[in-house]
Structure formats: C-alpha cells, structure tokens
C-alpha cells in the first residue's frame, strides 16, 4: 500500500529547530513534486515548501522563506529543516506528492497523516 509517513515533530520553544521527515512507501514517486503543507487549528491547510523529483528546483511560501529548507535525502525521502521556529509555525503538518501545481493542496496526490509541531513562546 502507498503511504507517507511524517516523523519529526514535537514541541520545541520559539527560536528554535526542528527537523521534519516524510518517509513513501509502496511506491517510488518519479516525477512528482513533493511539498509539505501544513494546517492550524480553525484556519485552512495551506502551502509550506515543496520541492521537484529531481531537488533541483524548491518552493517556499514566504512566511518560512529563510527559515525552513526542503531537501530530500533519497528518492523516497523528504525532509524540512525548520529553523528559527515562532509561535505561528504551530501546527499539523503534512507531506504530500502531487503531479499537478505545487501550491494548490487540491492537486496533491497522495498524503501523509500529520505530524504535530507545537513552538511555544
């Protein structure tokens, strides 16, 4: 069966790291773009960073820009480093992998459960 499972998160104060991992199994997803969303409570899921197949090309929206960085270690591997964490980074976030436009959560294929990051100021 196909899955992404994200592991990683926890509760870290505000300034600080964390590393999020999202591990596929089942299948190996060529050519598709892997991104990382993430949703609050009572506020919609919305777009984080995603990254192409190859690692070449990598997308941030700018409330993390110069602070998290997506990266894969293997093929099947994604991860987030996410540095200088605040307060408003709190909440689930999810992997996921889509063959259609990154920024739209709508297009994504396949979905990781969620891992929680709580950043407490």
């Known amino acids: 069966q196909v899955q992404l499972v994200e592991s990683g998160g926890g509760l870290v104060q505000a300034g600080g790291s964390l590393r999020l991992s999202c591990a596929a199994s089942?299948?190996?997803?060529?050519?598709?773009?892997m991104g990382w969303f993430r949703q609050a409570p009572g506020k919609e899921r919305e777009f984080v960073a995603a990254?192409?197949?190859?690692?070449?090309?990598t997308y941030y929206a700018g409330a993390v820009k110069g602070r998290f960085t997506i990266s894969r270690d293997a093929k099947n591997t994604l991860l987030l480093q996410m540095n200088s964490l605040k307060a408003e980074d709190t909440a689930v976030y999810y992997c996921?992998?889509?063959?259609?436009?990154?920024?739209?959560?709508?297009?994504?294929?396949?979905w990781g459960q969620g891992t929680q990051v709580t950043v407490s100021s």
């Open positions: 996921a992998a889509t063959l259609g436009v990154y920024w739209r959560s709508d297009t994504y294929d396949y």
């Open positions: 089942g299948r190996t997803f060529s050519n598709y773009v």
């Open positions: 990254i192409s197949w190859s690692g070449g090309s």
